[in-house]
């Protein structure tokens, strides 16, 4: 046999073994679903008399068509009860039938259908009064109660998703290290704010008399 013949055969067989032994060959890897909601804020800090921008994009994350979603936006308990952070939502445009904004709360209805994977986005805007609370301990943080229906309506699904934005003061002085540890420590509190029960069962009565 040449040798050229016997190269030929030897690479036929290498083939052949890759064919017959798919589990050998490094397959890629699936993309990672994108969540159903994700919330962006254009600055993680800003003054009194300024803007935040939220972009709040939906993900349709299911197989099937999304033929309704509901969006609110609210401030948690803690930043509710602190008199001193003063702000206003002002705008709220994009992708929806609904996009309603008043005082400190927000309501979005996309636009539907949402095919699989598909996205719809809206941008809220909200002002810092300019004689707002600012300093290392304020933040206005809000959350976000998301809820939407798939497979001809048969199937829904609701979450929570949060995000905020520290208020600072324009000319801050350098806080003592007491201080800096307080801040710390006030900051690691209000990060763990969850959403109470009873915020969470007001919002599913709310979608439940849009939807009857």
């Known amino acids: 046999?040449?040798?050229?013949?016997?190269?030929?055969l030897g690479l036929s067989g290498l083939l052949a073994l890759g064919i017959g032994l798919p589990g050998l060959v490094q397959q890629p890897a699936s993309a990672a679903a994108a969540p159903p909601m994700t919330i962006t804020a254009d600055k993680p800090s800003a003054t009194p008399g300024s803007t935040v921008t939220l972009t709040m994009t939906f993900t349709n994350d299911q197989t099937t068509n999304t033929q309704f979603v509901?969006?609110?936006?609210?401030p948690t308990w803690t930043t509710s009860q602190d008199p001193g952070l003063k702000?206003?939502?002002k705008s709220c445009t994009g992708e929806a039938v609904q996009c309603d904004v008043n005082k400190q709360t927000g309501v979005v209805r996309y636009n539907v259908p949402v095919v699989p994977g598909a996205t719809r986005t809206v941008k809220l805007t909200y002002d810092i009064a300019a004689d707002s609370a600012c300093g290392p301990s304020r933040r206005i943080d809000l959350y976000s109660y998301v809820y939407y229906e798939y497979q001809g309506g048969q199937a829904k699904k609701d979450g929570v998703y949060t995000t905020g934005t520290d208020v600072a003061c324009a000319t801050p002085p350098a806080p003592a290290a007491g201080a800096r540890a307080e801040a710390t420590a006030d900051k690691a509190v209000k990060a763990a704010d969850l959403v109470t029960a009873q915020q969470l069962l007001e919002q599913r009565?709310?979608?439940a008399a849009i939807r009857h």
């Open 1 to 8: 046999m040449r040798p050229t013949t016997r190269r030929r």
């Open 87 to 89: 702000y206003t939502f």
């Open 205 to 207: 009565r709310h979608v």
């Open 70 to 74: 509901y969006q609110s936006i609210q």
